[in-house]
């Protein structure tokens, strides 16, 4: 059963924005770390950006300064804010949900993760 819905992608070409969003099933995950990670194909899966209960982010280097990460408690959604897209960016986008915040975009010891994702395509 799906817990997390993702929205927001689409085809856009380089330079230009779109805004993720990550709707939970459950109220209690945004107490927790949420963090949005891509998949690539042919490419290994790797965190974007995440953030903790408090607030608190992290992002990977390839997303310092373009993109942000947010989220809106009585909404239980989290959203990414994706600014100055390039190519490498090109993707599945899927979002989770972890017990705490490290750095690079991640969240650790991740107990929800069931999704499906929302693809994102960036053309040059």
């Known amino acids: 059963q799906v817990q997390l819905v993702e929205s927001g992608g689409g085809s856009v070409q380089a330079g230009g924005s779109l805004r993720l969003s990550c709707t939970v099933s459950?109220?209690?995950?945004?107490?927790?770390?949420m963090g949005w990670f891509r998949q690539a194909p042919g490419k290994e899966r790797e965190g974007v950006a995440a953030?903790?209960?408090?607030?608190?982010?992290s992002y990977a280097e390839s997303a310092k300064g373009r993109f942000t990460i947010s989220k809106d408690n009585a909404k239980k959604t989290v959203y990414l804010q994706m600014n100055s897209l390039k190519p490498e960016d090109t993707g599945t986008y899927y979002c989770?949900?972890?017990?705490?915040?490290?750095?690079?975009?991640?969240?650790?010891?991740?107990?929800?993760?069931r999704s499906q994702g929302t693809q994102v395509t960036v053309s040059s």
């Open positions: 989770s949900a972890g017990r705490g915040l490290r750095s690079g975009g991640y969240c650790d010891g991740v107990f929800e993760s």
């Open positions: 459950i109220y209690t995950y945004m107490r927790y770390c």
């Open positions: 953030i903790d209960g408090d607030g608190t982010t």
